[in-house]
């Protein structure tokens, strides 16, 4: 099971000048690479906006857990964690604009050797994935400067190459730039003008 928490639209990604629709349609995108990876049966999307939750529960294998009252990234994927009962867990960040199913199999494939993993952003420093096996205590540190937190909490290192789309997250105007390069699902491709 994959969760994403996804923020409202209105109050994510603020440096992206505050577009809610572009914010909402990067979010999408991502939930929908993750539903169609091969290795993920569930995909559990928290959040507390209520045009995301609708667009995101059309998608095949979605569920959604409703965030009434935000108290964070970490506390969003713990509300949605604790719907996975004793299966193989994982977080990943919505902000995956160019993820696809591929990439995220390779990672959980990678994963799946360890209790837990971690994968790193474009530059890192931060985290785009954590995952955690079944019987293995839930915890995860999202955040800036992430990435060396959840080593400290035993999470191992995966390994991918410098090219994968999951560690192209997006927070940025200029990240954005990057992950257009990459090739960016529909609903984000279909907000931007063409790469020039």
């Known amino acids: 099971m994959v969760v994403v928490p996804l923020k409202g639209a209105a109050v994510g990604k603020s440096r992206l000048q505050g577009d809610e ?11 929908e690479a993750a539903s169609a ?29 409703t965030e009434a009252d935000p108290r964070g990234l970490n506390a969003a994927i713990a509300l949605g ?27 959980l494939r990678a994963a799946a050797s360890v209790d837990r993993a971690v994968a790193a952003d474009g530059d890192g420093t931060g985290s785009t994935l954590v995952t955690a096996r079944a019987g293995v205590a839930w915890a995860s540190v999202f955040g800036a400067e992430s990435f060396d937190r959840h080593v400290a ?44």
């Open 81 to 107: 964690v604790a719907a996975a009962a004793d299966a193989p867990r994982a977080a990943l960040l919505g902000d995956l604009p160019a993820l696809r199913p591929a990439d995220l199999d390779a990672a």
């Open 37 to 65: 990876a091969a290795s993920v049966s569930r995909v559990v999307v928290v959040t507390g906006d209520r045009a995301t939750a609708a667009a995101a529960a059309a998608l095949p294998g979605v569920e959604i857990v």
């Open 153 to 196: 909490l035993g999470c191992v290192p995966l390994e991918l190459p410098a090219d994968s789309r999951l560690r192209h997250d997006v927070d940025t105007a200029a990240q954005l730039a990057v992950a257009q390069t990459l090739g960016l699902g529909p609903r984000t491709a279909a907000l931007l003008p063409p790469a020039g």
């Open 21 to 31: 629709d572009l914010v909402r349609a990067i979010g999408l995108d991502t939930v």
